[in-house]
């Protein structure tokens, strides 16, 4: 069995290398990016000593940095946010749908990406929600929830948004429960077309507004008229918009958000091999078929960091988004009612004699001397290291004047 790499051991080895040869060129989430992932689970960040309770075996463990961008950190995450989205499932057959941004558009994204990010979430939620809303098609007020994915399997810049929408909606009185068909859900040549219109419409508006960046090889976009010969191809062009087959279940929903919601760029175990020179890791050719989907690619690397750190998202932008009767202040009321509406009974509440303030889980590992429970004996600050208890004085040991 290979020994595990992560990413932070590539960001260790390479990372001062990468941020001298780019001084001056790097952002400053960037910059906090790369020492978030090289100092987490570090004394750099401080931590804690554990004990065992029954054989007295300790065991060091070091604080987690929190960063969305650390492949460590998104586990827990992941674990959080299901948790408190479970209540919203619905007992429905759910979709997922994909809208994708073409190249063209890509490379205008990335150097104003809080302006096209929320770009795409507008624009493809619009489009859900209005095709479902017209009666040729569902007539109904549907709920999705949107992640933003800005990579390919290669790590490469690919902004899509993944939606999941459960398979039906509210009839416009909120009356009833429509159902879509047990297999389909909305037109996607239709979702394409309207999904088009409406994101290059507001684009353009956002160019008029002066509300877009351009540098380098794309400063003279910055011209209406350039701007617009830019943007003739992709106007002629189909806009694809994918369409899985329905979930098996809410257990399979709840398993594909666990993958995709607090998702990075690359997790540490796609990564094969790391030399101190070149990272090999496993990607995926969507455009192959069978076995030949599946392959291995070499980067040098500061060109794997520098592909990573493409996917930087602007501070405090949402890239998890909810939409129809999945958000507002009335939320809760309309899941119970659609529950209602359904058949299904309401999520399981916890008991009443349970006290106001409960005790966490304990998620901490066992002893792995024993198998004992594990309690926190001790706290060590940033930049510490944990010390020692006292050692008792030898007794043939003189005491010092």
């Known amino acids: 069995m290979r020994t595990s ?16 040869a780019r001084a001056g060129h790097l952002s ?37 940095c929190r960063n969305r961008h650390c492949p460590r950190c ?33 490379v205008i994204a990335f150097q ?15 489009t859900m929600t209005t095709i479902a809303a017209d009666p040729k098609h569902l007539g109904a007020r549907i709920g999705l929830t949107a992640v933003l994915h800005t990579w390919g399997s290669a790590m490469t810049h690919h902004p899509h948004v993944h939606m999941i929408v459960p398979g039906g909606g509210l009839s416009p009185d909120g009356s009833r429960w429509i159902a ?18 409406l994101f290059l419409a507001d684009l353009a508006a956002l160019h008029e507004e002066g509300r877009l960046a351009f540098f380098g090889a794309l400063a003279h976009l910055a011209k209406p008229q350039a701007f617009a010969r830019h943007l003739a ?18 257990k399979a929903v709840l398993a594909y958000l666990s993958r995709y919601t607090h998702r990075v760029a690359i997790s540490s175990r796609r990564i094969l091999a790391f030399d101190k020179a070149n990272v090999t890791f496993r990607v995926k050719d969507y455009r192959q078929e069978g076995s030949a989907r ?8 500061g060109e794997f960091i520098r592909r990573f750190l493409l996917h930087v998202l602007p501070r405090g932008f949402h890239r998890i988004r909810h939409y129809g009767f999945l958000t507002g202040p009335d939320r809760k009321a309309g899941i119970e009612r659609i529950r209602e509406l359904l058949g299904a009974p309401p999520p399981p509440q916890p008991t009443v004699d349970e006290p106001e303030v409960s005790k ?18 001790g706290i060590f600050l940033r930049w510490r290291q944990p010390r020692g208890p006292p050692s008792r004085p030898s007794p043939n040991r003189e005491p010092s004047p």
């Open 180 to 197: 879509s068909r047990p297999a389909f859900l909305l037109p996607v040549r239709v979702l394409g077309a309207l999904f088009r219109r």
């Open 74 to 106: 998104q586990g827990a995450a992941a674990r959080e946010w299901l948790a408190a989205r479970e209540a919203d499932l619905l007992p429905a057959g759910y979709f997922h749908v994909v809208f994708t941004l073409p190249a063209e558009i890509a």
């Open 112 to 126: 104003n990406k809080r302006m096209v990010y929320d770009l795409l979430f507008r624009a493809a939620s619009r």
């Open 294 to 301: 599946h392959r291995t690619l070499t980067l040098e690397a």
């Open 28 to 64: 400053l989430a960037e910059l906090k990016v790369m020492s978030a992932i090289e100092n987490c689970r570090t004394a750099a960040l401080g931590g804690h000593v554990e004990g065992c309770d029954d054989c007295g075996h300790l065991r060091i463990s070091y604080n987690s």
């Open 360 to 377: 966490p889980p304990d998620i901490r590992p066992p002893c792995p001397c024993c198998g004992g429970r594990m309690t926190i004996v």
């Open 5 to 20: 790499i992560a990413v932070a051991d590539i960001f260790h080895a390479a990372g001062s290398a990468y941020r001298a």
């Open 233 to 250: 191809p992709v106007r002629k062009k189909r806009w694809v918009v994918y369409a899985k087959p329905p979930f098996a279940g809410p």
